[in-house]
């Protein structure tokens, strides 16, 4: 296929021959981890070599594919910067957590986090083809002693079989895509076995790392299992390589879209011109931007950390100047478990009844005229199942069921002042309003 994208490969590697180059075993078991083999590439500074001679850091590992794409004279290559320490991934800051997004307090089975409703995500490895310096993972990744768990794995499937709710599972981990070939294809098999278990999700970045691994073998055994779905993970434009688009067309040829999960990174990505640039090359390649992350508040990441408002000047250079498809959403995994929270620039500027007030991306100023005869009678009628469970419908549960308000933490001994009754005229007239169902105002 002729791709507009580059092809590269560091000197140092010239003499591969391409049946090794090509081979994803050649490229695993090559992986670059040490001072001395990454010097062979290029020289290293002293706070990357101090970073890599440290022990206890987080696992290095670097394909040859994958360091081939970095400037070799340029020490803040936002490709190096992703996968070579330095010794700034040493410093504390305030809020960090190993869990940052409380993980581990929502696995009811070790390896499977079930926050949302109907999906769940299933951590199959620790292993990755490379490793990411900002992983909001680190507390389990890239331990070599750990990988694929058989027991872990059953009682994973044990639990999503007797959990009827989840609908949609995402295979992360660590990569799946490391897997030995007949693990995952045992993986997808027994999840396929589950009637309730519509579509199944992967999340890697081998594509990206090593796109060699997406051979026509591993397409077709992925087909048998659709409805499949899959995002890679692409932060900066010169991710994107002639390599990388032979990956994703094999992929969707085989019918499994592609979406974009990029992470803004303090002197990576963020700008907003280059993440234009991004978006339009990965829609090239016919991947979707899905998420463009906040970085977490992970041990190690604190120097890849940016403002919120840049996130937010990305959105804003981002929607309405180019094609809608190339437009992720910009979210904050919630620190202590909250889940995704989308942030966006605000468009709608003020409201009155049946009027509101919009603005565009380019400033203009407009108005929409709602319905003056609409009611709630009048919506679509639906006879299935309503989905929330007790305890997440949130916000819906307010706008569509019998609850008038959302308590926080504490609220009901804060507010207890042991209130004496006031002076109702019609007592029995005012007393519904603000007492909540089941809740009876105390009397003495
Ligand atoms: C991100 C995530 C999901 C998937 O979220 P979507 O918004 O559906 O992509 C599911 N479970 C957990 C724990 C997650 O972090």
């Known amino acids: 296929m002729s791709t507009p994208f580059p092809s590269k490969r560091a000197p140092v590697f010239a003499d591969v021959p391409d049946e090794k180059w090509y081979d994803w075993r050649w ?23 101090k970073a890599l001679s440290t022990s206890g850091l987080f696992r290095v590992e670097v394909t040859p594919y994958f360091i081939s794409l ?30 940052s997004l409380a993980e581990d307090r929502h696995s009811p089975v070790p390896g499977l986090v079930h926050r949302y409703p109907d ?38 499937i044990e639990y999503l079989k007797r959990t009827p709710q989840v609908r949609d599972v995402l295979l992360s981990g660590g990569d799946p895509l490391v897997l030995a070939p007949r693990i995952l294809e045992e993986l997808l098999t027994r999840l396929r076995e589950i009637p309730h278990i519509e579509i199944i999700r992967i999340g890697s970045r081998v594509p990206v790392f090593m796109p060699m691994r997406v051979t026509d073998e591993l397409t077709e055994m992925l087909q048998r299992f659709h409805p ?15 390599e990388l688009a032979a990956a994703c067309d094999k992929l969707t040829r085989a019918g499994i879209p592609l979406g974009n999960q990029s992470v803004l990174l303090a002197g990576v990505n963020d700008n907003v011109h280059l993440q234009r640039k991004l978006v339009h090359d990965l829609v090239r390649i016919r991947v979707r931007p899905y998420y463009l992350y906040q970085c977490d508040l992970v041990e190690g990441a604190g120097h890849f950390r940016t403002p919120v408002a840049k996130g937010i000047e990305i959105i804003e250079g981002l929607r309405g100047h180019t094609s809608g498809y190339a437009v992720p959403t910009y979210v904050i995994d919630a620190p202590g478990g909250g889940g995704k929270i989308p942030v966006m620039p605000n ?75 006031h002076r109702l005229k019609d ?13 009876e105002k105390k009397q003495d």
Not at 28 to 46: G, M, Y
Not at 228 to 242: F, G, K, Q, R
Not at 427 to 439: A, T, Y
């Open 347 to 421: 468009y709608l500027m003020t409201m009155s009844d049946h009027k509101i007030v919009l603005r565009n991306f380019e400033g203009y100023i407009t108005t929409y005229e709602e319905p003056t005869d609409y009611t709630p009678a009048m919506a679509a009628k639906w006879k299935g199942p309503k989905r929330p469970e007790p305890g997440q419908e949130g916000l819906t549960a307010l706008l569509d069921g019998d609850r008038m308000f959302i308590k926080s933490e504490g609220f009901d001994e804060i507010h207890d002042r042991h209130g004496i009754q």
């Open 119 to 156: 999906r769940v995500l299933m951590l199959v490895t620790t292993q990755c083809a490379s490793y990411c310096r900002y992983c909001t993972r680190s507390r389990i990744v890239g331990d070599p002693a750990a990988t694929f768990k058989r027991e872990e794995f059953d009682l994973q």
């Open 427 to 439: 007592e029995s007239k005012w007393k519904p309003l603000g007492i909540g169902p089941g809740e």
């Open 27 to 49: 490229q695993l078991s090559h992986r670059l981890n040490t001072v001395e083999e990454i010097e062979k590439v290029f020289p290293l500074t002293e706070s990357e070599r």
């Open 228 to 242: 499949l779905w899959m995002n890679i993970h692409v932060n900066h434009p010169n991710e994107i390589t002639a």
């Open 70 to 99: 970095i400037d070799p004279e340029d020490p803040d290559d936002p490709i190096r910067k992703q996968v070579i320490p330095t010794d700034r991934e040493m410093v504390p800051f305030t809020a960090m957590m190993a869990d």
